[in-house]
């Protein structure tokens, strides 16, 4: 089966615009993950669902981050505003649930560049 | 507060064998994961370890030990492909759905 799906790949945009992105997880898989990772880190959380529901948005940066999964399966994440500080590469992981043991399945990610 | 440590490159040679260390310091323990990470790619999964012990899976083994906050990943008959960034992950005990990531390990295997 397909794994998870991320779109764009790549999305250049100027500073103060709108953008979405959107990620969509294996079928089946009721949690899903958004991260940010920059060059040379680690994964950064910035939200959680399970099911329809934003289970923890604790690593939204702002209010300018928001991100949506209406019918429990796609989801998108919402940048307002943006600014250079957002570029950064923005994954996307889908679980079969969040218990304890299951592993992440991450997508390719879209590669964010603010100018 | 919670902490994750990994030494930030290595070094190894095709064929040989190496062991990339982790230390974490957290307030608990629900389990750990090895990712793989190559250059420009999403993180793939490696291992997960609960219980103190060895975990081995084909060229690819696990660690760990709960006593001492501390996991190693060791790979066996390296290969170029191995080339790669190795990332270390840690249950959030505060939040058992989260993960708390290091910054990873970038191994490069050289012939």
């Known amino acids: 089966g397909a794994g998870v799906s991320q779109t764009p790949s790549n999305k250049v945009t100027e500073k103060g615009k709108y953008v979405e992105l959107r990620c969509d997880p294996i079928?089946?898989?009721?949690?899903l993950y958004w991260y940010r990772q920059s060059l040379g880190q680690g994964p950064e959380f910035l939200i959680y669902?399970?099911?329809?529901?934003?289970?923890?948005d604790s690593g939204l940066p702002n209010d300018r981050f928001f991100a949506v999964r209406p019918e429990g399966s796609v989801s998108t994440l919402k940048i307002q505003r943006t600014e250079r500080g957002d570029s950064a590469v923005y994954l996307c992981?889908?679980?079969?649930?969040?218990?304890?043991?299951?592993?992440?399945?991450f997508g390719p990610g879209t590669r964010l560049t603010v100018l | 507060g919670q902490n994750i440590d990994q030494p930030t490159e290595m070094t190894a040679t095709e064929g040989a064998i190496v062991q990339i260390n982790c230390t974490y310091q957290?307030?608990?323990?629900?389990?750990l994961f090895w990712y793989q990470q190559h250059a420009g790619e999403a993180p793939t999964f490696l291992s997960y370890?609960?219980l103190d012990g060895l975990e081995e899976k084909g060229r690819f083994s696990s660690f760990l030990s709960r006593s001492k906050g501390y996991s190693y990943l060791l790979l066996k008959e390296l290969q170029m492909k191995d080339s790669a960034s190795y990332l270390c992950?840690?249950?959030?005990?505060?939040?058992?759905?989260?993960?708390?990531w290091g910054l990873g390990t970038s191994l490069a295997v050289n012939p």
């Open positions: 992981a889908s679980s079969l649930s969040a218990g304890t043991g299951n592993e992440q399945f």
């Open positions: 079928s089946g898989h009721t949690a």
């Open positions: 669902f399970q099911g329809t529901g934003a289970a923890d």
């Open positions: 957290t307030s608990g323990f629900n389990g």
């Open positions: 370890n609960v």
């Open positions: 992950a840690v249950r959030d005990p505060g939040n058992n759905r989260k993960l708390i």
